[in-house]
């Protein structure tokens, strides 16, 4: 079935540990995008990529990290977690050769940190 | 600097209609969406309107003012199934979407 995953789906890690959220799509989208979502807030861009090799920073990338060895795949990394990285972790793609550049979202992790 | 206004929550009848507002203020801007998002789950998309007017589908209409910078959501015979937040998110000169913080509508029987 097309479409994207991530794991885990949810995550408690005490403070200081390094976390590696993981994302997968299968629909050859050559962009994909990272985002947290915390209660009253719109969602926020973390980090991007445009395509394979290539990536960006967001609204809010401080403390985060991000990789795009293929098309595939974009993990997300917190090299030493704080409380404040607290939130729900939304992937998501795109094929940024369409009309309207539609983005699609995998079912989201949730991550507590103590 | 950017910036999107919508509502904070809305309630409605069962089988009524409902216009969900948003303005935005964007750098350069090339159309915008509009997705559902249920409590827990991930956003889903509803519409994209890139030019002024009203784009009808099904229950859902979409309505954009380049202009104004203002955009509603429409929906008709509303569904319990429809309680969900509904979020505005203008895709701005670098193709980024920019999000609102969405509008909580709560459906009553």
């Known amino acids: 079935i097309a479409g994207i995953t991530q794991a885990p789906t949810s995550q408690i890690l005490a403070a200081g540990r390094r976390m590696t959220l993981r994302c997968t799509q299968d629909?050859?989208?050559?962009?994909m995008y990272w985002y947290r979502q915390d209660l009253g807030l719109g969602l926020r861009l973390i980090h991007y990529?445009?395509?394979?090799?290539?990536?960006g920073k967001g609204e809010v990338p401080d403390g985060y990290s991000v990789s795009r060895a293929n098309t595939d795949d974009f993990p997300l990394t917190l090299a030493s977690a704080v409380p404040s990285q607290t939130s729900v972790y939304f992937c998501?793609?795109?094929?940024?050769?369409?009309?309207?550049?539609?983005?699609?979202f995998g079912p989201g992790t949730r991550l507590t940190v103590l | 600097g950017q910036n999107i206004d919508q509502p904070t929550e809305m309630t409605a009848t069962e089988g009524a209609i409902v216009q969900i507002n948003c303005t935005y203020q964007?750098?350069?801007?090339?159309?915008l969406f509009w997705y559902q998002q249920h409590a827990g789950e991930a956003p889903t998309f509803l519409s994209y309107?890139?030019l002024d007017g009203l784009e009808e589908k099904g229950r859902f209409s979409s309505f954009l003012s380049r202009s104004k910078g203002y955009s509603y959501l429409l929906l008709k015979e509303l569904q319990m199934k429809d309680s969900a937040s509904y979020l505005c998110?203008?895709?701005?000169?670098?193709?980024?979407?920019?999000w609102g913080a969405g509008t909580k509508l709560i459906i009553k029987p």
């Open positions: 998501a793609s795109s094929d940024q050769g369409e009309l309207h550049n539609e983005q699609f």
């Open positions: 629909m050859r989208h050559n962009a």
């Open positions: 990529s445009n395509t394979a090799g290539t990536t």
């Open positions: 964007t750098s350069g801007f090339n159309g």
């Open positions: 309107n890139v």
């Open positions: 998110a203008p895709l701005d000169s670098n193709y980024q979407l920019i």
